[in-house]
């Protein structure tokens, strides 16, 4: 089974998330990890992310963190995602080195190219559809995505809003991951590890 989804962290962390990872990665479904907690301080996700490593590692699966250039390097995670207001993506290139660096392209060519010029890994593209993560979010076009595939060969994650009854569009059209949270954090109806496998390529 090819791993196809990249996971994003819930908005909190509670006690059993851990163990709720774990499960999740059982699935052998999930690519990318990436830790996204915009209202903790960096000492909080530090000591957060070094409990998750063991765990991405056992399940072969690559530790992003989000934003923080500082905390990929101090946790040894696998690369870092930024934002178009995140700082310099020039010189984050230079800072990561070999690790992976993935870039926010909301809907715009003009950033898919840039994030190419500087050998981004990977291009994120969205909000595809209303994200409650992200709620005032760029809305994405489907024929961007189309034009993207066929401008680059590098991934592309497709954002916002994906959920198990609209995903395999996007797949279609040209996304090689698509990112989930609310669907598997927030889910009034099925716990994480059920909610994860709704989603098959």
Not at 51 to 63: A, D, F, N, Y
Not at 153 to 165: D, N, S
Request: contains cysteine; glycine residues 4%; positive net charge.
């Amino acid at each position: 089974m090819r791993k196809f989804i990249y996971l994003i962290s819930p908005n909190k962390v509670h006690s059993s998330f851990y163990e709720d990872l774990d499960k999740i990665f059982q699935s052998k479904k999930v690519k990318f990890f990436q830790i996204r907690l915009k209202k903790k301080d960096q000492k909080s996700i530090i000591r957060i992310a070094k409990k998750v490593r063991p765990i991405t590692l056992r399940h072969k699966v690559k530790l992003i963190i989000n934003d923080s250039l500082k905390i990929t390097k101090i946790t040894k995670a696998d690369g870092c995602h930024l934002g178009q207001s995140d700082g310099d993506i020039f010189y984050a290139r230079k800072r990561l080195k070999k690790k992976i660096l993935g870039i926010t392209c909301h809907n715009s060519k003009f950033l898919i190219k840039e994030a190419i010029k500087i050998k981004a890994d990977y291009l994120a593209l969205g909000s595809f559809y209303k994200s409650k993560l992200k709620p005032k979010a760029i809305k994405a076009d489907l024929r961007n995505l189309i034009w993207a595939r066929k401008f680059t060969t590098k991934p592309i994650i497709a954002i916002g809003g994906i959920t198990h009854k609209n995903y395999k569009k996007l797949i279609k059209y040209g996304a090689n991951y698509i990112a989930l949270s609310s669907f598997i954090w927030n889910n009034k109806k099925l716990k994480p590890w059920d909610a994860i496998r709704k989603f098959n390529q």
